[in-house]
């Protein structure tokens, strides 16, 4: 059987030479003002790329095309993808380095909320981030637990499919 890391390594594999991919992660939740958007790299390498059309078509009300680019800020991050196989619920690792005294203040408001912290992790290449991320739609995960300090470590698994309300609308009825 295939593993994930197994295929990842056969596209790095195949990647062309001059094609640089970038790891990024976005945070949401309600109480975070100014979307968290990070590339794994080192300072001063952001990048500017374009998100997923769905994205855009989720948000209320929708902006106008064509869809804006947003800028990822490089921090150092490494995300370790979850085993995949028959067994418990997969869980993905997520440590970021350095994380500013605001983040974590952030943090904090966020753990004392009901409302989960939320994350999607997008896999861009340098010659498509005006087209948008390679693999759509991009996995959305959820933190479960987490670790503090100026390094930050997250467990972070799907987000409960079990959970999600069916159908997703609600139709009144007709009297």
Not at 12 to 26: F, L
Not at 29 to 41: D, E
Not at 74 to 90: D, E, K, L, R
Not at 114 to 139: E, H, N, Q
Request: glycine share 4%.
């Amino acid at each position: 059987m295939t593993t994930y890391s197994d295929a990842l390594k056969e596209a790095y594999a195949r990647a062309k030479n001059a094609v640089i991919i970038y790891d990024t992660i976005e945070f949401m939740h309600p109480l975070i003002t100014n979307p968290w958007r990070f590339v794994a790299g080192t300072t001063g390498n952001d990048i500017i790329a374009k998100l997923e059309d769905s994205y855009y078509q989720a948000l209320k009300p929708p902006p106008l095309k064509p869809y804006p680019t947003v800028g990822f800020t490089a921090v150092p991050f490494q995300f370790t993808a979850a085993s995949q196989g028959v067994g418990p619920t997969p869980e993905a690792r997520l440590t970021l380095d350095n994380i500013t005294h605001d983040i974590i203040a952030q943090l904090d408001a966020v753990a004392v909320s009901f409302t989960p912290l939320k994350l999607i992790y997008r896999v861009y290449t340098s010659d498509t981030l005006t087209i948008g991320p390679a693999i759509t739609p991009p996995p959305v995960l959820q933190v479960i637990r987490s670790s503090g300090g100026t390094t930050l470590e997250l467990i972070v698994r799907p987000v409960d499919l079990s959970k999600i309300k069916f159908p997703r609308h609600s139709y009144p009825a007709k009297m």
